[in-house]
């Protein structure tokens, strides 16, 4: 781009290789940009779309059995979890802390676990 005069001695911007104004020229480029944007638009909304129609009763939605593999291991996941939190809480009932002075680790959760089982014997022998 250069700098001319124009005949009326106004001021312009020029493009070098052509000889039409600036303004032409990013008007040209102002379209190009807007039917890229409208075409990315319309594939987004074709892409957003498509996988509505395309969705699954909730019978045929676990019957392959990758999905039931995957419900097995959550179930699996969250029995073990709650098998967890169950031996934990029995062992904070017995005096076990499990963010308090940690000096004697070992020894205060081999205690929680003694009365524990102490414990759950006697509940067991009782009628």
Same mark, same amino acid.
């Given at each position: 781009?250069?700098? #001319? &005069?124009?005949?009326?001695? +106004?001021?312009?911007?020029?493009?070098?290789?052509?000889? @039409?104004?600036?303004?032409?020229?990013?008007?040209?480029?102002?379209?190009?940009?807007?039917? *890229? /944007?409208?075409?990315?638009?319309?594939? %987004?909304?074709? +892409? /957003?779309?498509?996988?509505?129609?395309?969705? &699954?009763?909730?019978?045929? *939605?676990?019957?392959?059995?990758?999905?039931? #593999? @995957?419900?097995?291991? !959550?179930?699996?996941? !969250?029995?073990?979890? %709650? @098998?967890?939190?169950?031996?934990? @809480?029995?062992?904070?009932?017995? +005096?076990?802390?499990?963010?308090?002075? &940690?000096?004697?680790?070992? &020894?205060?959760? #081999?205690?929680?676990?003694?009365?524990?089982?102490?414990?759950?014997?006697?509940?067991?022998?009782?009628?």
């Amino acid at each position: 781009m250069q700098f #001319q &005069q124009d005949k009326g001695g +106004g001021r312009r911007w020029r493009c070098r290789t052509k000889n @039409k104004p600036l303004f032409v020229e990013n008007l040209v480029m102002y379209q190009i940009r807007m039917a *890229a /944007l409208a075409l990315v638009v319309s594939v %987004a909304t074709a +892409g /957003l779309t498509a996988p509505v129609a395309m969705a &699954q009763t909730a019978d045929t *939605a676990a019957s392959t059995p990758k999905q039931v #593999q @995957k419900a097995q291991r !959550k179930a699996d996941r !969250k029995a073990a979890r %709650a @098998k967890k939190n169950a031996e934990l @809480k029995d062992l904070e009932k017995n +005096g076990y802390q499990p963010g308090g002075d &940690q000096t004697n680790y070992p &020894q205060n959760i #081999q205690n929680a676990e003694k009365k524990s089982a102490e414990a759950k014997a006697k509940a067991a022998s009782a009628p």
